[in-house]
């Protein structure tokens, strides 16, 4: 355990140091602990990933480039040590509490989101990354960046970079970008946790600035059950929502100041706007809330330090905000840039998107998730869908949507609040028209509506023409649905703190042995997939391994076959692995090359023949006590009938002396007079049963062609390794059908075999 937390402790190192430095060159000294550790949070981020984004464009990332990214800040904190300025990076007000509201119920709703936020920490230490979006993209480019030294020929789908930038630097200072589940993934896991920390941070920092309760907003956001999901998830969607809230959060902060005027504070707020653009795409909406402050501000204010309407304010806002635009612009063109690159110019196993697939999968996968005939409809189920994320009881549902839609509308009359009121309500709206798909692209507007709703909810209860009537009814509504969203987040604290302790011995185990135990502890479903495809023959000396799953990153030739690269480089030899019993419907995959080997419910292996041989019916026997007819032949079909549920159709394989590790594989597809049970089974007999290895041994029937009357009989056979034998007929072996029933039709549409030897 201590290597992972050590690795964590050395990546927060990079970022802080890297922003404590930002802001020291900048001239910024924060006024308060929490913006310090704000500050040093956004700016250390957007620092680290636009010099990774800039090595990479110079094609100069390398372990030294590396090596001076993370140490450079440090080297300078030392000089200032040195210098005696180190002081000046620290904040003016030293007392931790400053800058935060902490009444009493902050403090509980904070409390219980923190003491969850320490058990998802003591999991995700202790664990690996295994959410799909974590392994399969995010945590995948990290291990592509750390690999490479530049971004030519890369298609990303305009999915910005900086997390895995980020993450990338502590790859390639550990070397382990091309280890299947190293210690260092242990040390990112972790990171997601704490970047939950900084977002708890920036939501009680947003209630002081804006002289709110900030306990509804924590309840409202770690009241989700998809965020409590994405504590430990891996992907970018907590960041990006904790980003977002820290860039407004020191953006005011800094306003209040009247700091907007100095060169250097417009460059501390350019490069925090970058990083939080670069995060992800829907934080775009932080310029919505940047652009409508100087219009909704009033120029003279009794309640501000400074009036942000003064040119200065105007102007240096408007100058951090294009120095940012400019700087994710750049990627943008990139992206447009190589969006026309031939898709065999693309490396195969890097993870490239087609951003018009991407496109018409958000568009196709939104429909299907509000599948509603009208939009009235579709509002309404939208609505339902984002308050069962809260798993409310139905009957609270349309009470609890009604109350936050009062809060909301209250919140429209408060000018002061409308950047904030804005930007999260374009962020729905996004989220209604292009990504409802999954409710996580909702989490960075979650604070911001959480604090709108309280500020309009306490607007409509100290209305005083109504007297205490309004509070009563809020009190009577609020505590029970504040009260159950607590629960929520104890329970789950208690339920993810048992598993841990439970699960603690086998995940110290496993930090100590290494990928194998790993893989069987946290990946269970993928695993014995894994154990059996990797021990044969021809999946070792496959050129490429596509797997639909998150396994694909285990090998050294894995790569993802909804990545945007060229079918006519699979090459006969090479195994496929789906996701699903449909797996393997994928545009590229021309079925009836393929053999299946492996089936389990919830993946499927293939291999695409090498060197396939096509049998006839002269080259088969048919045996057994109730042996099948052979019926007309046309070329290479012919039919057959079941005479009894004893018989044998079969091939036998010319193979001699085999040795151990050599393979054979067949596959009989099978046309049906009508949908359903054939009457069929596949079958192999072996002379002399000790020369098959039983563990590298499977033998299947494929249905996912079944409407179409077609079925596909297939195995695999591993030879052992057995003392020589005695007699060389012993070792035949054959392959085939049996019947199961008599009186069954059926036309052999293909019967091949394919030998592979183990010895080159």
Not at 675 to 686: E, H, R, Y
Request: proline share 6%; aromatic share 10%; with cysteine.
């Amino acid at each position: 355990m201590m290597i992972p937390f050590t690795l964590f402790l050395l990546f927060l190192w990079i970022i802080f140091s890297a922003g404590a430095s930002v802001c020291s060159m900048c001239g910024y000294r924060p006024g308060s602990v929490a913006d310090a550790i704000l500050a040093a949070f956004a700016a250390g981020l957007s620092l680290i990933a636009l010099g990774v984004y800039t090595l990479l464009q110079l094609h100069v990332y390398s372990l030294p480039a590396a090596v001076l990214l993370a140490s450079a800040p440090t080297v300078y904190l030392l000089y200032l040590h040195r210098r005696g300025h180190l002081r000046e990076v620290l904040p003016s007000a030293l007392n931790w509490r400053a800058g935060l509201r902490l009444e009493i119920l902050n403090q509980v709703a904070g409390a219980a989101c923190a003491v969850f936020l320490l058990v998802a920490f003591a999991d995700s230490v202790t664990s690996p990354m295994s959410s799909w979006d974590a392994v399969v993209s995010w945590d995948k480019w990290a291990t592509e960046w750390a690999k490479t030294n530049n971004m030519d020929d890369r298609l990303l789908a305009y999915y910005p970079q900086l997390f895995p930038m980020v993450s990338s630097v502590l790859y390639r200072l550990t070397g382990t970008a091309s280890t299947p589940i190293p210690l260092s993934q242990y040390a990112l896991h972790a990171f997601q946790p704490f970047t939950g920390f900084m977002l708890l941070i920036a939501v009680l920092r947003l209630g002081e600035l804006f002289r709110l309760p900030a306990w509804p907003a924590l309840l409202l956001l770690f009241g989700s059950a998809t965020i409590r999901m994405h504590a430990t998830a891996g992907a970018a969607d907590l960041l990006a929502a904790a980003l977002l809230a820290s860039a407004i959060a020191l953006f005011v902060s800094i306003d209040r100041a009247c700091l907007l005027g100095q060169t250097g504070i417009r460059l501390f707020l350019a490069l925090v706007f970058f990083g939080t653009l670069f995060v992800k795409a829907n934080n775009f909406v932080l310029v919505v809330a940047v652009a409508l402050t100087p219009l909704v501000v009033r120029r003279t204010d009794s309640n501000r330090a400074g009036p942000l309407g003064s040119r200065p304010g105007v102007r240096g806002l408007a100058i951090a905000t294009a120095l940012a635009i400019l700087l994710y612009s750049t990627f943008v063109l990139h992206q447009y840039w190589n969006a026309g690159t031939p898709p065999d110019r693309l490396t195969i196993g890097e993870l490239n998107f087609n951003p018009a697939a991407i496109s018409e999968f958000l568009r196709k996968n939104t429909a299907a998730t509000l599948p509603a005939e009208s939009e009235p409809a579709r509002i309404r189920m939208a609505a339902e869908r984002i308050a069962q994320d809260y798993e409310l009881f139905p009957g609270t549902i349309g009470g609890s949507l009604l109350i936050a839609a009062a809060g909301l509308l209250a919140c429209a009359r408060m000018r002061a609040l409308w950047p904030l009121l804005a930007t999260a309500v374009i962020q729905v709206a996004v989220w209604y028209k292009f990504t409802a798909y999954d409710t996580r692209n909702l989490i960075p507007a979650i604070p911001l509506l959480g604090l709108c709703i309280t500020a309009g909810l306490r607007t409509i209860a100290t209305k005083p023409h109504w007297g205490g009537v309004p509070r009563l009814i809020a009190f009577a509504l609020l505590v029970p649905i504040a009260s159950w969203m607590l629960a929520r987040i104890s329970m789950d604290s208690h339920r993810l703190g048992s598993v841990l302790a439970g699960e603690m011995p086998k995940r110290l185990q496993a930090m100590e042995t290494g990928f194998r135990d790993r893989a069987a502890l946290f990946y269970p479903q993928e695993f014995p997939t894994f154990q059996f495809i990797t021990s044969l023959t021809p999946v070792q000396r496959s050129s490429h391994i596509a797997v639909g799953s998150r396994m694909y990153r285990w090998f050294a030739n894995g790569l993802y076959p909804l990545s945007y690269w060229p079918v006519n480089q699979m090459l006969p030899g090479d195994t496929s692995v789906f996701l699903g019993p449909q797996g393997g419907h994928y545009k590229y995959f021309n079925y009836d090359q393929w053999t299946m080997i492996y089936e389990d419910p919830s993946q499927r292996a293939f291999l695409l023949d090498k060197n396939p041989k096509a049998v006839g019916p002269a080259e088969l026997l048919f045996d057994g006590a109730t042996p099948p007819k052979l019926g007309l032949a046309d070329g290479s079909q012919w039919e057959v009938e079941t005479t009894g549920p004893s018989g044998y159709l079969a091939y036998n394989l010319p193979i001699r002396d085999p040795r151990e590790g050599d393979t054979v594989t067949w596959r009989v597809l099978v046309e049906t007079d009508e949908a359903g049970s054939s009457g069929l089974a596949a079958k192999f007999v072996a002379y002399d049963p000790l020369i098959v290895d039983a563990k590298r041994t499977n033998i299947l029937i494929d249905r996912s062609r079944i409407t179409s009357k077609l079925a596909a009989y297939s195995g695999v056979i591993t030879f052992a390794d057995r003392p020589a034998p005695t007699n060389a007929g012993n070792d035949k072996i054959s392959v085939g059908l049996a019947t199961t029933r008599a009186g069954a039709k059926y036309r052999v549409r293909e019967f091949r075999v394919n030998m592979i030897q183990e010895r080159k």
